[in-house]
C-alpha cells in the first residue's frame, strides 16, 4: 500500500510533500507524491491519502540542504522536472532528492542510476523545448499596442523563456500565452515580468484576430507571401520540414497555421 502525500501544484507545495515523506521514514519505494491539481493524477483506491498544505519556512529547509549537500545544480535539476508534463514528477523528485542527501555531489556522477537518468532525461526534453520556442514565438501587434503570442507547449515553459524576451523587448508591452495552461506571462514596458492566471475573456476564447491592429493584418499579409515566395518548390521535403519544426508548433506561426 502506498503512502500518498497530495501537493496542490505549486513548487512550494511539493517540496513541503518531500519535507514530510523524508520524515515519515517510510520506504521511499511505498511513497508517492502527486499534484492533486493536475487532471492525470490520482491516488490508487486503497493508499492512505495525506493532503499537504504549502509552507514556506519546510520547503525552504528542504530546498536548503539539498544544495548544503549538493549545489544549485541540483535545484535547477527538479525545477525543470517541475516545469515538466511527466505525470510522476512529484515521486521521480522525491527520489532525487533522497539520493541527493545520500550522495551528496556525486549525484552528478551516477548517471546511469535509473533516478537520475530520468531526471537528466525530463531535464533535456524541456531545455530542447525551451530552445526551440525562442525561435518559434510569434507575436502579433494589438490595437492597444502591445504585442501578444500564443504558445501550446508540452511543458510549462514560461518561466524558463520569459527572460529571454524581456531582454530583447524590454521597451515593449506583450504578452506570451500558454492555452495549455491558461497561463500568462505579461511584460510592462521597462518592468519584470509576471505570470497570471487572469485572462481576459478575448484571449480564453481564442478571439485574438479581433484585437489586431490593422498594421498587425498588413505584416501578416506580407510575411505570408514572403514565406511562401522564398520557397523552392523542387526543394520542398515535408519529412525534413516536419523534423526541424514538429507540426504541434504550427497552430500558432502565423505562416504554417493555415497549412495544418
Known sequence: MFTTYMYDGTFEGLLTAVYYAFYSRLPVENIRIIDISAPDCSPTLFDNQIE????????????????????????????????????????????????????????FEHISHPVIAEIHRIVRRVGMESHK???????????????????????????????????????????????KR????????????IITDDIPNEILNDDMDTLNSGEELVYQTLWKTFFDTIGIESRFNPKCQRNLLPKRYWENMIELKDKL
Open 182 to 193: 491558461k497561463l500568462a506571462c505579461v511584460h510592462h514596458s521597462r518592468q519584470d515580468f
Open 133 to 179: 520556442l525562442l525561435g518559434f514565438v510569434r507575436f502579433q501587434q494589438l490595437e492597444i499596442g502591445a504585442y501578444f503570442s500564443r504558445i501550446t507547449p508540452e511543458n510549462n515553459q514560461l518561466e524558463l523563456i520569459a527572460p529571454h524576451f524581456v531582454d530583447r523587448l524590454f521597451m515593449e508591452n506583450w504578452i506570451i500565452y500558454d492555452a
Open 52 to 107: 499537504v498544505a504549502s509552507d514556506e519556512d519546510k520547503s525552504r529547509k528542504v530546498l536548503s540542504s539539498l544544495t548544503k549537500h549538493t549545489s544549485h545544480d541540483a535545484y535547477h535539476n527538479i525545477y525543470k522536472v517541475y516545469l515538466s508534463y511527466y505525470p510522476e514528477k512529484g515521486t521521480l523528485i522525491f527520489h532525487y532528492i533522497k539520493l541527493a542527501f545520500s550522495l551528496g555531489r556525486k549525484v
